[in-house]
């Protein structure tokens, strides 16, 4: 099935002005392929007929089909594996210190766009890594995010084929995964309770939390938006961070530092300033 101009700016449009995400020209035939199988199986001639079935149910849910259908959202455990080291060796550490001199030690981590859950499971890992004997009675949880309801189910189900799982360091895997047959591994419960998943379109305005993060992990995500979107999502982000928290973004991403609102640290790691 192809796409008509017309077709393609519609649906375009509409995913800029709901979800932000940014479709150039070259995302054309990659939009009718992930769309063809569907728009069949539902006796609709073309993309146009489509769209307004979309915009007729008033549940939202074809929507939310259509999204989870052009989105991509592959992962992999220990991903940009640097990050992880660092949230161990610095990151970490720093948060404990501080708290340890005010009220004692609490945690709040956010995965925004988490997927099918690789990331989430992996900074609980490394939290767990680092708090050891004491992380069964810390007061630290991981919150994950995506838009996509079915990554989202696919990450509470919590099993993953092995090839998402051979770059755990060997120790991570033995500790916090179980084989499942062949060749799949599942999240053990205890690392799981750690983890809380919700949905979340990051284009609302405000989000509904009820407190402020130690850090943010929103790795690529802003691959899919368009400059204007990225730094209102950043500022946005800004506003649910702790002075001095950190907020980790993808290798192959990068944030203006002339109207960045967070600090440079290193390559795709920024720091929100402490209050002076």
């Given at each position: 099935?192809?796409?008509?101009?017309?077709?393609?700016?519609?649906?375009?449009?509409?995913?800029?002005?709901?979800?932000?995400?940014?479709?150039?020209?070259?995302?054309?035939?990659?939009?009718?392929?992930?769309?063809?199988?569907?728009?069949?199986?539902?006796?609709?001639?073309?993309?146009?007929?489509?769209?307004?079935?979309?915009?007729?149910?008033?549940?939202?849910?074809?929507?939310?089909?259509?999204?989870?259908?052009?989105?991509?959202?592959?992962?992999?455990?220990?991903?940009?594996?640097?990050?992880?080291?660092?949230?161990?060796?610095?990151?970490?550490?720093?948060?404990?210190?501080?708290?340890?001199?005010?009220?004692?030690?609490?945690?709040?981590?956010?995965?925004?766009?988490?997927?099918?859950?690789?990331?989430?499971?992996?900074?609980?890992?490394?939290?767990?890594?680092?708090?050891?004997?004491?992380?069964?009675?810390?007061?630290?949880?991981?919150?994950?995010?995506?838009?996509?309801?079915?990554?989202?189910?696919?990450?509470?189900?919590?099993?993953?084929?092995?090839?998402?799982?051979?770059?755990?360091?060997?120790?991570?895997?033995?500790?916090?995964?179980?084989?499942?047959?062949?060749?799949?591994?599942?999240?053990?419960?205890?690392?799981?309770?750690?983890?809380?998943?919700?949905?979340?379109?990051?284009?609302?305005?405000?989000?509904?939390?009820?407190?402020?993060?130690?850090?943010?992990?929103?790795?690529?995500?802003?691959?899919?938006?368009?400059?204007?979107?990225?730094?209102?999502?950043?500022?946005?982000?800004?506003?649910?961070?702790?002075?001095?928290?950190?907020?980790?973004?993808?290798?192959?991403?990068?944030?203006?530092?002339?109207?960045?609102?967070?600090?440079?640290?290193?390559?795709?790691?920024y720091r929100k300033a402490d209050v002076r």
């Amino acid at each position: 099935m192809t796409l008509s101009d017309k077709e393609f700016r519609d649906v375009a449009r509409l995913m800029y002005e709901r979800f932000g995400i940014h479709l150039t020209e070259q995302k054309r035939t990659l939009v009718a392929g992930r769309l063809t199988k569907r728009i069949r199986n539902l006796g609709l001639a073309n993309i146009g007929e489509y769209l307004v079935r979309v915009h007729a149910d008033k549940t939202g849910a074809e929507l939310t089909e259509l999204v989870d259908r052009i989105t991509t959202n592959h992962s992999f455990f220990y991903r940009e594996k640097d990050h992880f080291e660092f949230l161990v060796s610095d990151v970490l550490p720093a948060i404990k210190a501080r708290r340890e001199r005010d009220a004692g030690f609490s945690l709040r981590v956010w995965s925004a766009g988490c997927a099918t859950g690789e990331e989430p499971y992996t900074i609980a890992m490394a939290i767990r890594e680092f708090l050891g004997a004491t992380a069964n009675t810390a007061d630290w949880g991981v919150l994950a995010t995506d838009l996509s309801l079915a990554a989202l189910r696919e990450a509470i189900k919590a099993v993953y084929a092995d090839n998402r799982v051979r770059e755990l360091p060997a120790a991570w895997r033995s500790s916090y995964l179980e084989k499942r047959g062949e060749d799949e591994w599942a999240i053990k419960e205890d690392l799981r309770r750690a983890v809380m998943f919700k949905r979340l379109n990051l284009m609302n305005e405000n989000y509904p939390f009820k407190g402020l993060f130690d850090v943010v992990f929103c790795r690529n995500v802003m691959i899919y938006f368009d400059p204007p979107v990225r730094r209102a999502l950043v500022d946005r982000i800004y506003r649910y961070v702790k002075p001095g928290g950190y907020l980790f973004v993808g290798h192959s991403e990068s944030l203006p530092r002339e109207t960045c609102p967070f600090d440079y640290v290193r390559p795709a790691i920024y720091r929100k300033a402490d209050v002076r």
